[in-house]
């Protein structure tokens, strides 16, 4: 018995420090609101990162309605598009991003943007890997609540966040 109660009491402390280093890990990685850059004129330029642990450095964005937007898309892990893409993708609003996610996994050979679901996409990257970027350019919509995933297979749970569009 007395060796049951040592076995529990070294799991439970095992455990307990586990989380801690975890949480210790992922502050590393805090998501932050969109930091604008009006360098330019008119032009917002965004930058996003995403790494190796299927996570955005920023889980939300504001413009202005109509504004020109520069976003560009850095991939800041190692691994390589095939096994750990990332892109970014603005859904249009009222888009169920569970129910767009699960028909991306199926659309490999299109970035992972499902054609049966194309008018739920406004605007989107293109899938890259560890080490690479990628920059779009688009006028912000009206004004609104919108979301933005990575459409890669399993990664919106994570990789999301929204995209502010202010009057």
């Known amino acids: 018995m007395k060796k049951i109660q040592t076995l529990l009491f070294y799991t439970f402390f095992l455990f307990s420090c ?7 890990a992922n502050s ?11 360098e330019e004129p008119g032009v917002v330029k965004i930058s996003i990162e995403g ?13 202005n309605a109509g504004q020109k937007v520069e976003l560009t898309l ?6 390589s598009a095939q096994s750990m893409g990332h ?20 659309a490999k050979e299109q970035d992972y943007i499902p054609q049966t679901m194309k008018e739920s996409v406004l605007t989107s ?3 890259i890997g560890g080490g690479e970027s990628t920059t779009i350019n ?20 994570l990789m999301n966040g929204s995209f502010v569009v202010l009057p």
């Open 28 to 38: 590393g990685m805090e998501k932050t609101e969109g930091i604008i850059n009006t």
């Open 138 to 157: 688009f006028d912000a919509p009206s004004p609104g609540y919108y979301e933005f995933i990575c459409s890669f297979p399993g990664h919106y749970g």
């Open 87 to 106: 892109n970014w993708v603005l859904l249009s609003l009222g888009t169920d991003k569970a129910a767009f996610a699960m028909a991306a996994m199926s």
């Open 125 to 127: 990257t293109k899938i």
């Open 51 to 63: 790494n190796d642990m299927m996570r955005y450095n920023l889980d939300k964005i504001e413009v």
């Open 18 to 24: 586990s989380g801690s280093n975890e949480k210790k």
């Open 74 to 79: 850095i991939h800041t892990g190692k691994m």
